[in-house]
């Protein structure tokens, strides 16, 4: 045998005991409901089997309203997703102050948010994020809304509930000279609001994941994991290097989010799972 081929064979031999380990393992990843929003408006509860057959942990809700998820009570939602083997997590919900925040009336807002609280625990939330707010023209109004964070998350913390914040790439622009969301970092309060990185608005709007990691430590508790369709056809998003600073970032949960397809949905976010189950750099959970 020649020498070449004796060391190719002994280097696949050690490679065995590796592949026979981690052939099979499932690890904790999440998807966000609205990356099969028009399957799940047609099928919710084939919908949610689907999702729950491909091997995800569990999901992130986008239909909530007025006390009900996709239309079911708190008690019924929670009992169709745990019954295909799939953990509630988080929801996305949005409830904006008045176009002149001081016009707003806060009696409506907090009973807004009574509700909306109430019905998260009923559910098993864990979390609660608003996924976007309007474009602020001045400071004063991004304080306001900081503010208004701040208040969120104390009402959550004291239901047994985490309250953050999900970015899109409109935050990376600048108000008065400050970035919007290193603003909105400086201004809320780390025990009460944390930020659900989206890490690939965050490359649209210019800046680094990494480096928002490593300027605001333990900020970014939830991850959304998103690519311009499914995760890893662009390549403009270095997943290798968001994944080697999760540690410094401070997550526990990863949420996959497709939003544009090169196939159906569904196949859409079959393909993004195997991408991250397949990625070894991507650890089997970060909540434990």
Not at 59 to 88: C, H, M, Q, R, W
Request: proline fraction near 3%; charged fraction near 25%; aromatic fraction near 14%.
């Amino acid at each position: 045998m020649k020498i070449k081929n004796y060391i190719l064979i002994l280097t696949l031999l050690m490679f065995v005991p590796f592949l026979a380990s981690t052939k099979g393992q499932k690890k904790e990843i999440y998807i966000q409901l609205y990356s099969v929003r028009n399957d799940i408006g047609k099928d919710f509860k084939g919908t949610v089997s689907a999702v729950g057959k491909m091997g995800y942990t569990g999901i992130e809700a986008a239909g909530y309203s007025d006390g009900k998820f996709y239309g079911l009570s708190p008690e019924e939602f929670k009992k169709e997703i745990e019954a295909n083997g799939l953990t509630v997590l988080s929801s996305h919900v949005n409830k904006w102050l008045a176009n002149d925040i001081a016009k707003t009336d806060w009696n409506d807002v907090w009973a807004w948010w009574d509700t909306a609280i109430r019905a998260h625990k009923k559910a098993g939330m864990k979390y609660i994020v608003m996924p976007s707010m309007p474009r602020t023209k001045t400071l004063a109004d991004l304080k306001a809304y900081c503010d208004y964070y701040n208040q969120i998350g104390e009402r959550c913390n004291q239901a047994g509930l985490s309250f953050g914040y999900h970015n899109h790439d409109f935050e990376f622009a600048k108000v008065e000279n400050e970035v919007m969301y290193d603003f909105m970092l400086k201004n809320t309060d780390p025990s009460k609001v944390f930020f659900q990185m989206d890490v690939y608005w965050v490359v649209r709007g210019g800046k680094s994941p990494v480096d928002y990691f490593k300027k605001y430590p333990g900020r970014f508790e939830t991850l959304h994991i998103k690519d311009d369709k499914e995760l890893g056809q662009s390549g403009m998003v270095g997943f290798d290097a968001i994944f080697k600073h999760t540690d410094i970032a401070g997550v526990k949960y990863l949420i996959v989010e497709v939003e544009n397809y090169n196939f159906t949905p569904l196949e859409s976010v079959k393909r993004s799972l195997d991408y991250l189950q397949n990625l070894p750099f991507v650890k089997s959970s970060y909540s434990k």
